[in-house]
């Protein structure tokens, strides 16, 4: 659990999308930064509504730019695809020096629709806090969904470096850890680390029989797991960052033909050799996990 700290410069913090992370963040606001606002916003009637009930903000917005006009930091939690529309709406009446984020997982598209977006009064830092499940909706969210899980800062040339500085902050005082790195090299890894894991738990359950894999065992479960992740997110997701994905894609299509090879001419050294080395870099991650308290 987070400790309440007071932050004298954050008043009011906003966030646009009132899913997982959206109500994630509002909750574990209020329950770690000591006087701070939170206000949510979502288009659709039945989720504000939803918010309401559930109590996860101090105030639901009828309204997005209303939603964003007292705010210090807003934060789009909506599908990636639909922050240029976003960015839009809010950059009229966001205030003075308001700072501008995402949680989305793709980053080079967000800055280039920012740019275009926001004048220099208003300032946009890409956030990608690497949390989360296979679940959705606010009613999933809780305040500890952030404990010491590794957020993603980007950054230009053009990036506000104070802006930078508070935004940091206020990740940490959810729990996050904090690295800082350019939209391109964000895309390019977590292409390989998140976006094609998806892609290749999607593709292992749709080749199994529908039948056979009703005898599946953990081993077929814990792979697949992300697969049951919201298809129309993903999906923006993979159209959102295709050059890395398809590059990743045939990395994985070339490591699974060495092992068919193996496999067809019976070479059982190399077949060892394959396995002994993906065995030794998954315990190497697994340690160094661990160390950076990353693993719950």
């Known amino acids: ?16 999308g009132m899913g997982l992370l959206g109500s994630s963040i509002t909750i574990a606001a209020s329950r770690c930064l000591a006087g701070v606002r939170t206000v949510g916003y979502s288009h659709r009637q039945a989720t504000r509504d939803k918010a309401r009930a559930y109590g996860v903000a101090d105030v639901i917005c009828d309204d997005i730019a209303d939603s964003v006009k007292e705010a210090d930091i807003v934060i789009v939690a909506s599908p990636v695809r639909t922050f240029e ?33 926001f004048g220099q009064d208003v300032h946009y830092v ?21 404990a010491n899980a590794r957020c993603i800062l980007t950054r230009t040339e053009r990036t506000d470096s104070r802006s930078l500085g508070k ?9 996050c850890c904090v690295a800082v790195m350019t939209p391109a090299e964000h895309d390019r890894i977590l292409g390989r680390v998140s976006h094609v894991p998806h892609v290749t738990a999607a593709a292992l359950v749709n080749a199994s029989d529908a039948q ?29 960052n295709r050059s890395n994905i398809c590059r990743g894609i045939e990395g994985v299509r070339k490591e699974l033909g060495k092992l ?9 050294k190399k077949i060892e050799k394959l396995l002994t080395k993906a065995a030794d870099k998954r315990e190497q991650l697994i340690k160094y996990k661990m160390k950076n308290k990353e693993l719950l």
């Open 1 to 16: 659990m987070c400790k309440v700290l007071p932050v004298k410069w954050l008043r009011q913090i906003t966030v646009v």
């Open 85 to 117: 529309v976003i960015f839009r709406q809010i950059a009229v009446s966001a205030g003075k020096g308001c700072i501008i984020t995402d949680v989305g997982s793709v980053k080079v598209l967000p800055h280039r629709w920012a740019e275009k977006s």
């Open 126 to 146: 890409g956030s990608h806090p690497i949390a989360g499940s296979e679940k959705r909706g606010l009613e999933f969210g809780r305040d500890d969904l952030f």
């Open 167 to 175: 935004l940091r902050r206020f990740w940490e005082k959810l729990g």
């Open 212 to 240: 056979q894999i009703k005898y599946a065992g953990k081993g077929f479960m814990d792979t697949s797991r992300v697969a049951s992740g919201p298809a129309n997110v993903w999906t923006d997701i993979l159209l959102s």
């Open 260 to 268: 068919k090879d193996a496999i067809e001419s019976g070479d059982e």
